[in-house]
Structure formats: C-alpha cells, structure tokens
C-alpha cells in the first residue's frame, strides 16, 4: 500500500444559487491530512462541512484550488444507504467487497468476522428488507470496516446502535488507523469529536477558522456557537423588555438589581446575597400584590411567585409612592442571561409591569450539564420607608 495522504491547497467550490448570487461553499481551504490520523470537521449547518467531504470523495469538483488524494476513499454519508433490499446480508456483503475491489474469495472470508461484529445472527441469511434501520446501519459498518478501506469519511453516521456497539465501533476504527488508514468525521457530537478524533478542524462559511488537538477546537466552537446564540436571544429579549402602567395612578418608575452593598448591578455572581429593588407608584391606602417571574433567554421559566411579606398586605403609603425590596437571599441561579418580570397587582388585576435583563456568573461552575437553579430559592419583600 502506497503512504496515504490528503492534501488540499486553497480550495473553492462555488454554487450557483437559483435566481440569486454565487455561493462560496468551499474557500480557501487548506490542510493536510496523513497517515493513522483520525481528523473531526465541526461546523454549523451550512458551514461547508459536507461539501468539503463530497470534494474529498471526488463526488464534486472544485471551482479552484488544487486537491491531491492518495489512497482509495470509502465515504459513508447514510449508513446503510447503498444496502440493496431483496439481497441478503451475506450478498450485500460480497457486493461491497467487490466495490472495494477485493476479490470473492478475500471477502468470503471475512463473511463470519462481519456477521459476528453486526450482531445479526441468522438475519445474515435473510433479505435486507425485512432489516430494522439499525440492522441495516450495523451491517454497512461492520462490512465497509471488515474490509478495510484506506480512507474512510463519515458523515454523522456513527449511530449504528446501542452505547455498547458504538463503543465498539470507536474500537475498531482506532484499530484501522493504528495501521496506517485515515478516518475523517464529520459530527455535531463534540464528545463524538473529542472522543474518536486526533485531530480537528472547524469550518465557518467555507473557511478554516481552527485546526488542532480536538478539546481546543470544540471548546472554542461551542464558545462560539453559545455567545451567538446567547447575542440572537438576548436581542429578541431587549425587544421584549416591557414598562406597562396599566391602570390609572399606577407604575413602576425603577427596578433593578442589589448587591449585599445596596448597589444596582447587571452582573451578578452566583452564590452572593442580592436583591431586587422597586418603586411603586398607586392610589394611597390601596392593598396589592407584588408578583414576579424569573426566564431564561431560551425562555425557560425558572421563577414565578407572589412575594410575600410576612403574610400581610402591601399598601400605597400617602404620598402614593413606596420602594420594596425583594430579598433573594444567596443568588440561586447558575450562569446565563435572565429577565425579571416584576407586576403589581391590586382587585382590578395587574395595575403596571416592568421588565430587565441581568447576567449571572459563577466561577465554580457545575460540570456535567447546565443547572439553571442551584439551590431552591426563598423570596420575601420588604417596603422600605
């Protein structure tokens, strides 16, 4: 077998798009790729990732650049696609390796290997048809690996069964590259990425924008991928931002968050002791509730309660103005952007609202997930003279 390599310099691929301009799917990309690598493309949808990898195939050309492949490329863009239904497992598995170019006699020899690896059992002998979706994965993974293509491309292909036949799979492409085959993974697991991968490179709108070790790449995607999405959300929230006096004589003239100083704050950290503070305007002497509720920006609500205080009544004092401040004890939210909803109601139903954003920081972060609460929280609400 002669040294397998991929070499790609300043590629492009245009595409013309209907009743519109050119798109640059591909450009300017650049890498190599060698030997026993095991290299992951990340990227959002549309970034370019599955048009590279049609490049690399040779299912597309490019518009310009130059590309070097040495080695035959086996892609799998759907498992199980290329799988002929009224043929049987076993003749499924002499029809690849023929497309592979091994010879019957090689490919009847690895017909028990490949059964066993798929866990099919006596369904080998049966046609495809009567195959589940992940029968048919398995069985296109196990033949296309059992004969051992020089370059292998998946495209989010992985899930060809349970957490046990997958750990396998990592298994036996691991083997493949130890002896000198090249695996290229397109995925949008980043553990998948992390896990499977030596290598990674993130594709954004047709350009390299990283190419190393797979934990720093991921780490500095996903960054990404959260500021940007967090930056959409919070501007449908600023649009959302309300301060609705609904009712005459009534409102909401200030509403912001207290740290233990007393001072606002729109950055709070998780863990201090904080508060909201309000001023109300109504009609003197008149009894109300002050209602409020906490969301995320995805909006999850993660917050909604009456405040209480100390079971009796709020009233306007004379004057019609009075301040409150809502006691959130230690901050219970974990990190993230959040808006306050903050309502006075009295008989006649919500008299005024008013809204704000504010971020929340922890530098003890939780792993393994994204707690929103993390620890139950306890309102109370005092009006301050």
């Given at each position: 077998m002669n040294e397998l390599s991929i070499e790609a310099r300043a590629l492009q691929k245009h595409f013309q798009l209907a009743h519109g301009p050119v798109k640059k799917a591909v450009d300017g990309v650049s890498f190599r790729i060698g030997e026993g690598e095991r290299v992951g493309i990340i990227g959002r949808n549309g970034a370019g990732k599955t048009t590279l990898l049609q490049l690399l195939a040779g299912i597309a050309d490019p518009t310009a650049g130059t590309l070097d492949v040495h080695g035959k490329v086996t892609a799998i863009f759907t498992l199980g696609m290329g799988l002929r239904d009224d043929l049987t497992g076993v003749e499924n598995i002499y029809v690849e390796g023929e497309l592979m170019g091994r010879s019957r006699d090689q490919t009847r020899g690895l017909i028990d290997e490949i059964a066993d690896f798929a866990e099919l059992g006596e369904f080998i002998g049966r046609p495809v048809r009567t195959y589940s979706t992940g029968m048919k994965a398995r069985l296109a993974f196990s033949t296309i690996v059992h004969v051992e293509p020089e370059i292998l491309i998946i495209d989010e292909a992985l899930s060809v069964g349970d957490a046990r036949f997958a750990a396998k799979a990592t298994d036996k492409m691991r083997e493949l590259t130890r002896r000198g085959r090249i695996l290229i993974l397109v995925s949008h697991s980043m553990g998948a990425i992390n896990e499977m991968c030596t290598r990674c490179i993130w594709i954004d709108a047709g350009v390299v924008r990283q190419d190393g070790a797979p934990e720093p790449v991921t780490a500095a995607y996903l960054q990404e991928v959260r500021q940007s999405d967090n930056a959409k959300l919070l501007e449908r929230f600023r649009r959302e931002i309300v301060h609705e006096a609904l009712a005459p004589g009534w409102d909401i003239p200030a509403l912001a968050m207290h740290t233990a100083e007393g001072l606002p704050a729109s950055v709070l950290v998780t863990g201090?002791?904080?508060?909201?503070?309000?001023?109300?305007?109504?009609?003197?002497?008149?009894?109300?509730?002050?209602?409020?509720?906490?969301?995320?920006?995805?909006?999850?609500?993660?917050?909604?309660?009456?405040?209480?205080?100390?079971?009796?009544?709020?009233?306007?004092?004379?004057?019609?103005?009075?301040?409150?401040?809502?006691?959130?004890?230690?901050?219970?939210?974990?990190?993230?952007?959040?808006?306050?909803?903050?309502?006075?109601?009295?008989?006649?139903?919500?008299?005024?609202?008013?809204?704000?954003?504010?971020?929340?920081?922890?530098?003890?972060?939780?792993?393994?997930?994204?707690?929103?609460?993390?620890?139950?929280?306890?309102?109370?609400?005092?009006?301050?003279?």
């Open positions: 201090d002791p904080v508060a909201l503070a309000a001023q109300v305007l109504g009609a003197v002497g008149t009894a109300f509730k002050a209602r409020l509720r906490v969301e995320r920006l995805d909006g999850l609500v993660v917050l909604e309660s009456d405040a209480a205080s100390d079971g009796a009544a709020l009233r306007i004092p004379a004057g019609g103005r009075t301040e409150l401040r809502v006691d959130f004890g230690r901050l219970a939210l974990n990190y993230g952007i959040y808006r306050m909803l903050f309502e006075t109601l009295a008989d006649h139903g919500v008299t005024a609202r008013r809204s704000i954003l504010f971020e929340v920081v922890n530098p003890r972060p939780h792993r393994g997930g994204r707690a929103v609460l993390v620890y139950p929280a306890a309102l109370h609400v005092t009006p301050t003279p």
